[in-house]
């Protein structure tokens, strides 16, 4: 299973992007789709997920500004990313659960906010 994560870039605060990640391989079904983020000198953290039955959650730092969504025909994960602020700057990884218990990671996408 391969994760392609895109849509990374240079924008300025209050600005938006879009990530994207997509999935390919040989596996049987898709659980749960997720973004992860890691800051320079920080430890990865949790941003968002979405699940097998369309149940999101957010990290706190980015309720009400980050949407997550699903493509599952196109096996594509989405992060909307609105209200950006200079602490969003990291690299985004997203981060699948298939089959009965496995885990694949993206090679993430760099994002840096600032003016």
């Known amino acids: 299973v391969q994760l392609q994560a895109s849509g990374g870039g240079l924008v300025q605060p209050g600005g938006s992007l879009r990530l994207s990640c997509a999935a390919s391989g040989n596996f049987f079904s898709i659980n749960a789709m997720g973004w992860y983020r890691q800051a320079p000198g920080k430890q990865r953290e949790f941003v968002a997920i979405?699940?097998?039955?369309?149940?999101?959650n957010y990290a706190d730092s980015v309720k009400g500004r980050f949407t997550i969504a699903r493509d599952n025909a196109k096996k594509t994960v989405y992060l909307q990313m609105n209200s950006l602020v200079p602490e969003d700057t990291a690299v985004y990884y997203c981060r699948i659960t298939y089959g009965s218990n496995s885990i694949s990671w993206g090679q993430g996408t760099l994002v840096t906010v600032s003016s």
């Open positions: 979405s699940t097998k039955g369309g149940n999101t």
